[in-house]
Each structure stands twice: as structure tokens, then as C-alpha cells.
């Protein structure tokens, strides 16, 4: 089973409300990955957690929080966002350096 | 980091024709290695194939292949027999200098495959 699962599928959010995407993987990966993806462009790395530790974050705003709860999940709480932070979320796993396995994305807008 | 050059925007290809995206990249370093993924408007990134710098055979992966060229630095897929389920983006990220498990995405090539 190679899938990676992120809930919802869609969000619309103000940019004062408080929401959390999820994503889920059940491969046994060690590492997890938050990327974002403007329309049209490549996507871009945000965080990546190794072994339900933080090990790189790309400078991103505050207002986004990632969180590690086990070696399964994988969060990101959003507040107080902007409208350019509209965009499509890919989470995304792999087996150490190995190839990484995306879920379908959350495409977000925010309002 | 590495560099990855898809000097193709737009391509078109003619249902069950072989089409080749290009891909370079510039490094300084002895190993690495180059993935391919395509992204289909529904917005998933899928995984194809692999090549790393010290295979001594071109990847094959089904319908696709890699013709990795390591003096030339590039590392084009060719995917045989295109499908109409084909058409998508595609994106050759390398993986970092030094090891690391971070992808940096090129601005990648858009696949049309016709009737």
C-alpha cells in the first residue's frame, strides 16, 4: 500500500479562522513532508520532519504550524492567513532518502 | 543546491507515439541521483522512476525509461506508447548535495498526449 492520505480535499477558510489539514501514511516512512504549490508553479518545500522530529523548516511564516503526532500523522494548522497563501497542500512520505509518495493535496483558499 | 534545467514547457504527442522530456541539472557532486514524478491536473504528485549517478544501466520502469547521460548532465525520460492518461506535468527534482531528503522542483514540462 503506497498511499498517503490528506483530509479535506477542499478548504475555504477567513483569515480569521483556525484550521488544521491532516495527512496520513501507513508505509512504515520514517520522514514527512509539507509542501506548498501556487497555481502553475513547481512545488515548494515547507517542513520536513525525520523521526517525528522537525528537521527542516524553509523559513516559514509563524502562521503556519506543523505538527508530528506519531510517525503516522502529519498536521499543519493554519491562522491568520493571507489570500496569497491560497494554494494547493501536498503532504508527502518516503523511506529515509528514498523516492517521496504524495497525497492528493488540499487545495486551500483563503478570504 | 542542485540546479534542474526542463527546457520544455509544452509538449505534444500523438496517442501510442514515444515522447522524450528533457531534463539537466548541474552538480559538482560524484553521487546523486535524479527522480521523475508527474503531476496530473487532479494535483497528486506521482512517483516514476529513479537513476542514480553510479547505476551502470539506464532506469526502466514499464513505459518509461531514462536516458541518463552523466558527462552531458542530463537525464531525459521517454515514456513509449503515450496514453491519453499521460497528460500531466512532469518534474525531474534531484536529490541534495551531501544527502538530505529534500526535493527542489524545476518549473517542468507539460505533457499533451492527442488522439
Known amino acids: 500500500d503506497t498511499e498517503v492520505t490528506q483530509t479535506p480535499k477542499h478548504l475555504v477558510m477567513g483569515m480569521t479562522n483556525k484550521k488544521s489539514l491532516k495527512c496520513e501514511q501507513h508505509?512504515?516512512?520514517?520522514?514527512m513532508y509539507w509542501y506548498k504549490q501556487k497555481a502553475k508553479k513547481p512545488p515548494e518545500l515547507m517542513f520536513v520532519y525525520s523521526y517525528e522530529k522537525l528537521s527542516i523548516n524553509e523559513s516559514v511564516p509563524s502562521r503556519f504550524s506543523p505538527e508530528c503526532p506519531n510517525s503516522s500523522l502529519l498536521n499543519l494548522h493554519l491562522h491568520a492567513l493571507q489570500p496569497e497563501d491560497s494554494a494547493l497542500y501536498l503532504c508527502a512520505s518516503s523511506q529515509a532518502m528514498d523516492e517521496q509518495y504524495f497525497g492528493p493535496g488540499t487545495r486551500l483558499t483563503v478570504t | 543546491a542542485q540546479k534542474i534545467t526542463q527546457t520544455q514547457p509544452g509538449m505534444f504527442v500523438q496517442e501510442k507515439e514515444a515522447v522524450t522530456l528533457d531534463c539537466t541539472y548541474d552538480?559538482?557532486?560524484?553521487?546523486?541521483?535524479l527522480f521523475w514524478y508527474k503531476q496530473p491536473s487532479s494535483g497528486e504528485m506521482i512517483f516514476l522512476i529513479y537513476q542514480g549517478s553510479y547505476d551502470e544501466q539506464n532506469a526502466t520502469e514499464g513505459r518509461y525509461s531514462l536516458n541518463f547521460q552523466k558527462a552531458r548532465k542530463s537525464a531525459n525520460l521517454v515514456i513509449s506508447a503515450s496514453q491519453l492518461g499521460d497528460s500531466a506535468m512532469y518534474f525531474c527534482?534531484?536529490?541534495?548535495?551531501?544527502?538530505?531528503?529534500?526535493?527542489?522542483f524545476g518549473t517542468g514540462t507539460q505533457l499533451k498526449v492527442e488522439l
Open positions: 552538480t559538482s557532486d560524484q553521487s546523486y541521483g
Open positions: 508505509m512504515g516512512h520514517r520522514a
Open positions: 527534482p534531484p536529490t541534495q548535495p551531501g544527502g538530505g531528503n529534500k526535493l527542489t
